[in-house]
């Protein structure tokens, strides 16, 4: 889950004293039980997601999407003199998830600065709300708000390797009682898992999920992409180097300040690219030329500008080349990218060999 | 280290035996050349004979200059009396960014004496944390150290070379800011099959100069997988030589050895003190997570028993994110009993732990340990995320002055004091409390203690706050009694941004605090030295 959603949670969060929020990847499905290994806590997690956890998911919008009777959480920098400044937001035509709970009035940090409310959307013009107890607040709506929609989903799309923000209370047993499970949609695809090959036979392969002693049997699905990842060391990387570039870019309408750096999640050589999620949470493929390396790392892109890259830690530098059904063999690590079957087994729609997870994929 | 010149060899062989004997020192200036007054980490000046009980109240004694530099100083600042610089005697504070900047001040006025701004880009959120939407920026991130006697001040940053993050060690010279010959250098160790990841990790804990070596540590960036725990060693005096390797974590992520203090050293071991991260060193393992271990000068580790140790809930304080690597360990001078030799730390599970330096005693091999911080039953645990300090009064007592985040049993409150003593039934030294405030301090830094040999006795210590409204207090340190609390005078003393994990020094009658820049406190008729 993006870091502000992740944010205004947490501020929603002391408003509804939840007890326990993590985010984590899914690494095994026993029934109703989850197992999780959370991105900043890598200690693995049991959750319970029953019949009344609610699958939700996110979106970032802009502020067109808000209409009055909507349910919402809002934050931002608060002064006694003139409220609550709104930078951020999450709606959503109902309540669900965190925010059923009750709210009342303007919740402040211990050092007055900041602040969060939530209620029903009066109006959108003036910014009003009302809150559990009736009365009206009026905000000041920050032009760069970042907004967020919330709304249910099929709970199908909780897979082995998915990454999950859960929201619960932890029972006596240590399992999470889930109220609330929000699928990450950005970057990877649904469904990305990484873990070794155990076994082979035909198109069926028995893989071991990360971080766990579980077998799962996933089929190749008919027209599985099967590539292999080649780790590059940066330094053969050069000045002239035709490359592509896969990351997020602040340049959408509802980005503010807007820019066309690109933080990158991955650098690649040749036409190879990874599988990633799709729609607005996919981030951008930027292929073209580097131009420089130092002081800034700038790119220009094909029939198009220079842009600057942010180099996050870890960003991967590879190749990926096709390999085919032959070339999966046990032993392998691998990503593979799962929907279920039916039937309960898995079919991989790709798979990219000996690719190791990008930093922030440790979960 | 604590040194003092002139005469500089022989009155630091003075101050040692000060350290053991509580006599009394004259008054001669000091120099504050790595964390924590010396490799031991002990804290404590006992050559302060400006600054008492006496003198130390709002009255007489207040902020000075508040130099505002280019950024934060996430580490301590330093200290050197005596200094040729521009062909003058000075007092220099040294002080780094996190911009990547190092600066020397002029102790009495904070006037910049030279400065060598920016020695590399500092890296954004995006590019350290990953993340678009933080403003802070990473570039030194711990508490550089001195070698006075070859000029040499050594301090780390992080910085992006082409597509790789970096830490690089710059070696300044103390009188012009020069960058020496050889350097800076890249840290590049491996611990056999295991290579050095700079973007894995974070440098946080002050750098360590033991016979000739730079040791720099190494833990996580907000524990986000994949990252290890490393120790490192720089040959100062061939900076290309191939570097020294421990990693702490080689199998699994973890072990991070984050806490300000760096790694401590008697002169012949060096002692880390590891956080989260798996432990199987019983089971053949070589996952040295929730540790205090003894390395040797060539980072080597034994996995013996008597060269580690671990709490015997090291696994359940592992899932819990309660971290033993808090605190640095102290390097406790001699103590009466059959186990002389000591170490002192404490965790993010708010308790304080003795160990026999001799053996450090496996799983479970504690001398003492004891709760002063955090309920068993908080829903998260801070409770120690700072070094101790540590004060030999003499016939008044040996004390160790322990920082919590979140209150402790027994009413602990802030600091908890300790005095040791000599248990009869078992014939070791053992900590008691002897008292604690009556109010918590937010986010407290490392305290440190001042006295003019075993009398006059001060505990110091920055509240940061967290950001904003952070202030300095004084406790006198046998009562806790408080002498000075820098925000009660709004207008002239207060500072913003003071810095956990790492502490304020006092030197020859001044405080100096890390915070946006270099905060100066002293008498207001300040006595010539």
Known sequence: MNALVLAITLLGGAVDAPKTQLEGTILSIRGNIYVLRPSLRPKITRVLIGPKTEVMAYERTNAAVLKPGMRIAAGGRYAKETGLRVRWIEAAEKPIGHLKGKRTGIRTSPDGKWGNTGGTLKTVQPFVIRDDEGKEIKLTLSPDANIWHDFLVDRRNLLIGTRVFVSGTTAPDGVVQAESVAPNRDHSATGTMFGRILGVRGRTLVVQPRYTDDRIQVDLARNVTLQREIRLDPDTIKVGDRVTFWGEQRNRPYDQPRSDDLKAIALLVGPGMYPRSTGKGGGSVLRGRLTALEPDVRFRVDGGKTIKIVVPAQMITARLVPVRPSDVRAGSSAMLVLSRLPDGRFSASSVVLDASPWVGYGG | ?529
């Open chain 2, 1 to 529: 280290m604590l040194a003092m010149h002139p005469s500089r060899s022989s009155l630091r062989t003075f101050c040692w035996c000060l350290l053991f004997t509580g006599s009394t020192a004259t008054a001669v200036p000091v120099d504050v050349t790595t964390f924590h007054y010396g490799n031991q980490r002990l804290g404590w000046n006992s050559a302060e004979t400006s600054l008492k009980p006496a003198n130390i109240n709002r009255n007489s004694f207040g902020k000075r200059w508040h130099a505002k530099l280019d950024g934060r100083v996430p580490g301590s600042p330093l200290y050197l009396s005596g200094l040729n610089v521009s062909g003058s005697q000075r007092d220099v504070v040294f002080a780094a960014t996190n911009q990547n900047s190092v600066f020397a001040l002029d102790a009495a006025t904070g006037k910049t004496l030279w400065s060598r701004p920016r020695l590399a880009r500092p890296l954004i959120d995006a590019e350290f944390r990953g993340s678009w939407f933080g403003d802070e920026r990473y570039g030194v991130l711990s508490t550089p150290v001195i070698d006075r006697a070859n000029n040499a001040l050594y301090v780390c940053g992080v910085r992006q070379k082409g597509l790789r993050q970096h830490f690089t060690v710059w070696s300044l010279d103390v009188r012009t800011g020069a960058t020496r010959p050889g350097w800076p250098v890249d840290v590049k160790a491996t611990d056999g099959g295991t290579r050095f990841e700079a973007g894995q990790v974070m440098q946080r804990g002050a750098l360590s100069l033991v016979n000739g070596w730079v040791y720099l540590p190494f833990g996580g960036r907000g524990d986000t997988p994949p990252w290890r725990g490393w120790v490192v060693g720089i040959d100062t005096r061939r900076p290309q030589a191939p570097q020294r390797g421990f990693c702490a974590s080689p199998v699994t992520d973890g072990a991070g050895i984050w806490s300000g203090g760096g790694v401590s050293s008697d002169g012949s071991s060096l002692y880390a003190v590891t956080g989260n991260g798996d432990f199987d060193l019983n089971r053949g393992g070589r996952n040295t997570g929730q540790c205090v271990l003894r390395l040797s000068p060539t980072l080597a580790f034994s996995r013996q028993a008597k060269d580690y140790y671990t709490p015997s809930n090291y696994k359940y304080l592992d899932e819990q994110d309660e971290d033993l690597g808090g605190a640095t360990a102290l390097v406790l001078p001699p103590q009466p009993g059959r186990r002389p030799n000591l170490l002192f730390t404490g965790g993010k599970d708010g308790l304080a732990y003795l160990v026999d330096r001799d053996r450090l005693g496996g799983v479970g091999g504690e001398v003492q340990k004891e709760r002063l911080f955090s309920p068993v039953d908080a829903p998260y645990h801070e409770g120690i995320r700072a070094t101790p300090a540590y004060f030999d009064g003499g016939a008044a007592g040996r004390y160790l002055f322990v920082a919590g985040d979140q209150p402790g049993p027994n009413d602990n409150l802030g600091i908890a004091a300790l005095r040791l003593d000599l248990d009869p039934r078992s014939n070791e030294t053992r900590f008691r409390r002897a008292w604690t405030l009556k109010k918590a301090i937010n986010g407290p830094s490392s305290p440190i203690v001042t006295s003019d040999g075993p009398r006059d006795a001060v505990v110091w210590i920055v509240e940061t706050n967290d950001g904003e409204g952070s202030n300095l207090r004084a406790y006198e340190a046998t009562t806790g009694a408080l002498l000075y609390n820098s925000n009660e005078d709004e207008k002239s003393d207060r500072f913003d941004e003071g810095r956990r994990f790492t502490s304020p020094i006092v030197a020859d009658g001044r405080v100096f605090v890390g915070a946006r820049g270099v905060v100066c406190f002293g008498l207001t008729q300040e006595v010539a030295k």
